[in-house]
Nanobody, 112 residues
Framework: QVQLVESGGGLVQAGGSLRLSCAAS????????MGWYRQTPGKQRELVAS???????NYTDSVKGRFTISRDNAKNTVYLQMNSLKPEDTAVYLC??????WGQGTQVTVSS
């Protein structure tokens, strides 16, 4: 049974930082690409960042230069370091392993 458990969300002021973690179990972690999505009410789920098996990364334009995705295969964990946070980054952040595995999400709230 595949499980993805996110942690690290919270309330932060604009300009602050948070580090999200997603611990995976029940899956061959190092053999999979992984991604972080975010969801806000009334909007489509958005891919924020992704990382391949080999460590190549990709980011949506709005977070480039501020967010960094990384992975630790020894710990079966993927991270999202978020710096210079903005109120528009407020969302539920979800971990994803293609094609069908999702975490439960962690809330990030950025106050102005």
């Amino acid at each position: 049974q595949v499980q993805l458990v996110e942690s690290g969300g919270g309330l932060v002021q604009a300009g602050g930082s948070l580090r999200l973690s997603c611990a995976a179990s029940g899956i061959f972690f190092s053999g999979n690409a992984m991604g972080w999505y975010r969801q806000t009410p009334g909007k489509q789920r958005e891919l924020v960042a992704s990382i391949t098996r080999g460590g190549s990364t990709n980011y949506t334009d709005s977070v480039k230069g501020r967010f960094t995705i990384s992975r630790d295969n020894a710990k079966n964990t993927v991270y999202l370091q978020m710096n210079s946070l903005k109120p528009e980054d407020t969302a539920v952040y979800l971990c994803y392993i293609p094609p069908i595995f999702w975490g439960q999400g962690t809330q990030v709230t950025v106050s102005s």
